[in-house]
């Protein structure tokens, strides 16, 4: 992975994190361990790779994936904040799918390597630039744990007067073998089908045949993934619904991040807010939005 981001090391942080920087500049976090290997990339603190040690990546990553800062990253973990979607009616018009904060420079805040686990804290905090798109004072914070399983913890503070709203995603992409290979449970049978103007649907039994945009309504806690190569576990915490994405081949071929091939070995199974309202939090007051992946059993 560190071949295909084609990565240069500029120094070693801690006894399991380097700082390394790409061609175009943007700097990444290479986090080495005993049992797993991570790569994060501070722009959109987003989570492009893990893998426990010897083994085939559990996230996906486009090939086309573009790598220089001028949009969010195709593929590992995005961060969908501070809306899911398009932006809602009480956003406004013309704003940036999906929020801002998957294509935003984040700060390291710190590191702590710990015999059981590494941890890295980020954030993002209110500017003119975030403040231009959503009128309103933040701190977002995220927490990735990385050891023999990976968590997120996206926190969102309200450092401001007023209480605002917000909606969002960890908006993983998961590496599959092949389509007819995935299976999911735990998602529910009910959903919104956004290919079909979020009709209300039912299906019992998930099966990946065509292409799939689709917010589950009423998910169990915990959601289990089979992917052909590994059982995964997802512990959601706070979400109010998994959205469950794959754009198949005509979808892919629409967007210019998405290799062609890539639709074939990938599930996005996403742990969401996407409730119209979305949480509101009130100031000085925080919410949080998180997920643990691990094996099954
Ligand atoms: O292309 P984007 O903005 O990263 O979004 C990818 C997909 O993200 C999913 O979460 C949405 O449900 C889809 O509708 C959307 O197409």
Same mark, same amino acid.
């Given at each position: 992975?560190?071949?295909?981001?084609?990565?240069?090391?500029?120094?070693?942080?801690?006894?399991?994190?380097?700082?390394?920087?790409?061609? &175009? =500049?943007?700097?990444?976090?290479?986090?080495?361990?005993?049992?797993?290997?991570?790569?994060?990339?501070?722009?959109?603190?987003?989570?492009?790779?893990?893998?426990?040690? =010897?083994?085939? /990546?559990? @996230?996906?990553?486009?090939?086309?994936?573009?790598l220089d800062g001028s949009r969010g990253i195709r593929g590992g973990i995005p961060l969908c904040w501070p809306w899911f979607g398009p932006a809602p009616a009480r956003v406004g018009a013309g704003k940036p799918q999906h929020g801002f904060a998957r294509s935003m420079h984040w700060q390291l805040d710190g590191i702590n390597?710990?015999?059981?686990?590494?941890?890295? $804290?980020?954030?993002?905090?209110?500017?003119?630039?975030?403040?231009?798109?959503?009128?309103? *004072?933040?701190?977002?914070?995220?927490?990735?744990?990385?050891? *023999?399983?990976?968590?997120?913890?996206?926190?969102?503070?309200?450092?401001?007067?007023?209480?605002?709203?917000?909606? =969002?995603?960890? $908006?993983?992409?998961?590496?599959?073998?092949?389509?007819?290979?995935?299976?999911?449970? %735990?998602?529910?049978?009910? !959903?919104?089908?956004?290919?079909?103007?979020?009709?209300?649907?039912?299906?019992? &039994?998930? &099966?990946?045949? %065509?292409?799939?945009?689709?917010? !589950?309504?009423?998910?169990?806690?915990?959601?289990? @993934?089979?992917? %052909?190569?590994?059982? @995964?576990?997802?512990?959601?915490?706070?979400?109010?619904?998994?959205?469950?994405?794959? /754009?198949?081949?005509?979808?892919?071929?629409?967007?210019?991040?998405?290799?062609?091939? =890539?639709?074939?070995?990938?599930?996005?199974?996403?742990?969401?807010?996407?409730?119209?309202?979305?949480?509101?939090?009130? /100031?000085?007051?925080?919410?949080?939005?998180?997920?643990?992946?691990?094996?099954?059993?």
């Amino acid at each position: 992975m560190q071949e295909q981001l084609q990565l240069t090391t500029l120094r070693q942080l801690t006894a399991s994190v380097t700082l390394a920087r790409n061609a &175009a =500049g943007m700097e990444f976090l290479v986090v080495k361990r005993q049992e797993s290997e991570a790569i994060i990339s501070l722009f959109g603190a987003h989570v492009l790779h893990y893998a426990p040690a =010897g083994e085939s /990546p559990w @996230l996906w990553l486009s090939k086309d994936a573009i790598l220089d800062g001028s949009r969010g990253i195709r593929g590992g973990i995005p961060l969908c904040w501070p809306w899911f979607g398009p932006a809602p009616a009480r956003v406004g018009a013309g704003k940036p799918q999906h929020g801002f904060a998957r294509s935003m420079h984040w700060q390291l805040d710190g590191i702590n390597d710990l015999q059981e686990s590494t941890l890295l $804290h980020m954030s993002l905090h209110a500017s003119d630039e975030s403040r231009a798109i959503w009128p309103h *004072n933040f701190t977002l914070e995220l927490d990735i744990c990385i050891s *023999n399983e990976l968590t997120l913890l996206l926190n969102s503070i309200n450092t401001d007067s007023t209480s605002w709203c917000y909606s =969002g995603a960890l $908006h993983t992409y998961f590496e599959s073998v092949a389509t007819e290979q995935v299976h999911i449970d %735990g998602i529910g049978a009910i !959903y919104a089908d956004k290919l079909q103007q979020g009709k209300q649907c039912e299906e019992q &039994a998930f &099966a990946l045949t %065509g292409p799939v945009d689709r917010v !589950y309504l009423h998910p169990e806690h915990q959601v289990l @993934l089979r992917t %052909g190569t590994t059982d @995964l576990l997802l512990d959601n915490h706070n979400a109010d619904s998994i959205v469950v994405w794959n /754009p198949w081949h005509q979808g892919a071929a629409g967007m210019v991040d998405f290799d062609n091939e =890539g639709w074939k070995t990938m599930i996005c199974v996403e742990t969401a807010i996407t409730a119209a309202d979305g949480v509101e939090v009130a /100031p000085d007051e925080q919410h949080l939005l998180g997920v643990t992946i691990k094996r099954n059993g």
